[in-house]
């Protein structure tokens, strides 16, 4: 399984901007799907962005618009530039990593520990 390892969370007024970075243990050009999710208390996890070895992006609606998935596969990184936020998008976000063949098998494959996202004035 691949490590990743997430940073760049911590408290912004609302607002404000954070960026956040996935760094991957191996190469992530074999990866299909890098992902950023979200976990606030009480609430489960969803899909925030993610983006495909490919470039291909998809985001939640909730997001659109305010932020932006990028992949870096020389540095083995993935990225989430986060503008506009708001406190709905307090939560730990965690960064995850699925193969081909993890989605062929159901799997949910690799992730990250998990980064705490703080909006608050």
């Known amino acids: 399984q691949v490590q990743l390892v997430e940073s760049g969370g911590g408290l912004v007024l609302p607002g404000g901007s954070l960026r956040l970075s996935c760094a991957a243990s191996?190469?992530?050009?074999?990866?299909?799907?890098m992902g950023w999710y979200r976990q606030a208390p009480g609430k489960q996890r969803e899909l925030v962005a993610a983006i495909t070895s490919g470039g291909k992006t998809n985001y939640a609606d909730s997001v659109l618009g305010r932020f932006t998935i990028s992949r870096d596969n020389a540095k083995n990184t993935v990225y989430l530039q986060m503008n506009s936020l708001k406190p709905e998008d307090a939560a730990v976000y965690y960064c995850?990593?699925?193969?081909?063949?993890?989605?062929?098998?159901?799997?949910?494959?690799?992730w990250g520990q998990g980064t705490q996202v703080t909006v608050s004035s």
């Open positions: 995850n990593a699925r193969s081909a063949s993890d989605k062929y098998y159901g799997r949910s494959g690799s």
């Open positions: 191996t190469n992530i050009l074999g990866v299909n799907t």
